[in-house]
């Protein structure tokens, strides 16, 4: 049985950072592209950050450049989502997910991947 447990979220001024973790099991972790989402109340989940297998190669979306790093740790089959300069636009529950091996181009939507964690709660106020 697959499970990917989110950790990390929080309440944080603007400004502030926070990181989030993704626990796998059940699964070969370091044969997956792993991703992170967002859903903010009233509106559509939506990309944020993937990466390769192997940690090597990763992809944002344009809002979060140069504020958040996606890495991971295939020892520790844990993926994470450093997040700087937080803002209030990024407020939102955060969901880690799990895709079988294919181009980073190709792990940009949520019918891209197999697997999901439940979410955790990222509250920035302003």
């Known amino acids: ?3 990917l447990v989110e950790s990390g979220g929080g309440s944080v001024q603007a400004g502030g950072s ?3 973790s993704c626990a796998a099991s059940g699964l070969t972790f370091s044969s997956y592209v792993m991703g992170w ?13 993937v990466i390769s297998w192997a940690g090597t190669s990763s992809s944002y979306t344009d809002s979060v450049k140069g504020r958040f790093t996606i890495s991971r740790d ?13 803002k209030p636009d990024d407020t939102a529950v955060y969901y880690c997910a799990a895709a079988r091996p294919r181009p980073l181009a190709a792990a940009r939507t ?10 955790t709660q990222v509250t920035v106020s302003s």
């Open 18 to 20: 926070l990181r989030l």
């Open 110 to 119: 949520s019918r891209d991947y197999d697997y999901w964690g439940q979410g």
């Open 1 to 3: 049985q697959v499970q």
């Open 74 to 86: 295939n020892a520790r089959n844990t993926v994470y989502l450093q997040m700087n300069s937080l």
């Open 37 to 49: 989402f967002r859903q903010a109340p009233g509106k559509e989940r939506e990309f944020v950050a």
